[in-house]
């Protein structure tokens, strides 16, 4: 009998490192830590009249935002699938990651602009209390980063709070600069430019996160595989004559998914090749989700339960490329050009 025309075949084996149980006591200790530290930092920003504190208060809201978005997302993953939502709600985690850039990327252009403001007019700044204020802050962030960093940072959704709190430490450190700068020179602008190096910070780390959560919600690739190097990969293998209908994308951080429509000599081991492309994709790629559906040349019509026990011609080069009239992506043959 054949596997869906000879081979729809699945591995749902998924490999994880730090447990989910870990991740949520570092994230909670994190969070614990930094509210704790965000009214005390606030009161001060506002006696100080310290604006890179008071930005770096408003980080350090998102960070534990973003900590109590990343649990929940955590929470939903986690549930089985069912109904309607065939991969369960695996991806609560990548909007979480969204979420934390698009605050980022927002956070940052509401302190540029405040930022600009105060060079043009700096306020009278108390240095000392900024610097004292800072340098503790540096020492709860460092804490925060160390607890995030013992949870599995694979999963977008901890690397995004993880992204929140150690550009939180950098602020910090650049807050302690213009403190000290205040404090010894007079040169009240410092802490409009210390708030800038946050800004440009939270930038980059906005970005990063809202582009790598839009590939995973645009069906991208997994960054570092080239769909067309792994079709031509897959197309070397014995007995594999066309490889098309490649999709490869991520149903979330650490889990990519294949699946593709592979033709074979007639008279080929349609179950073999199945096997062996799977040990290739598993052991090559990592990808242990793949859906594969292998079938001879020249047998779509055939139906379902009838296996071709013996060889038979196959259909000229210019047929084979109709296999699938409505074949998505390049078609993928044995030799130097394969697409």
Not at 42 to 62: E, K, N, P, R
Not at 91 to 102: F, H, M, P, V
Not at 241 to 266: F, K, R
Not at 268 to 284: A, I, M, T, W
Request: glycine share 10%.
């Amino acid at each position: 009998m054949t596997e869906h025309a000879h081979g729809q075949g699945h591995d749902h084996s998924h490999a994880h490192g730090v447990s989910a149980d870990a991740d949520r006591r570092w994230l909670r200790g994190a969070l614990i830590l930094l509210t704790s530290y965000l009214a005390i930092e606030v009161v001060i920003g506002v006696v100080a009249q310290s604006l890179a504190l008071i930005a770096d208060a408003a980080h350090m809201l998102t960070d534990a935002v973003s900590i109590v978005l990343a649990l929940i997302a955590m929470r939903l993953a986690a549930r089985p699938a069912r109904g309607g939502y065939t991969y369960g709600l695996k991806r609560a985690e990548i909007l979480s990651a969204q979420a934390n850039g698009i605050t980022l990327l927002l956070l940052s252009v509401w302190l540029g602009y405040e930022a600009v403001q105060r060079l043009i007019t700096p306020p009278a700044v108390t240095g000392g209390l900024v610097l004292i204020t800072a340098l503790a802050g540096v020492v709860i962030n460092l804490i925060c980063t160390w607890m995030l960093s013992r949870a599995n940072r694979s999963s977008l959704n901890v690397e995004g709070a993880y992204q929140h709190i150690l550009t939180d430490l950098f602020g910090f450190v650049a807050t302690a600069v213009s403190g000290l700068i205040v404090l010894t020179t007079g040169f009240r602008q410092a802490d409009a430019i210390a708030s800038l190096v946050v800004v440009a910070l939270m930038l980059r780390a906005g970005t990063s996160l809202v582009r790598e959560s839009g590939r995973i919600f645009l069906e991208a690739a997994p960054a570092g595989v080239d769909p067309d190097a792994l079709g031509d990969h897959l197309c070397a293998a014995d007995q594999v004559v066309e490889v098309h209908d490649l999709h490869i994308w991520q149903i979330t951080s650490g889990q990519p998914a294949l699946s593709a429509h592979i033709l074979v000599e007639p008279g080929g081991d349609c179950h073999k090749v199945r096997r062996s492309l799977q040990e290739l994709l598993s052991g090559e790629y990592g990808i242990t989700h793949a859906t594969l559906q292998v079938d001879h040349v020249g047998e779509q019509g055939a139906p379902d339960d009838v296996l071709t026990l013996g060889p038979r011609p196959g259909p000229a080069p210019e047929q084979q490329a109709e296999h699938c009239a409505d074949a998505h992506g390049p078609v993928h043959r044995p030799g130097p050009h394969t697409h």
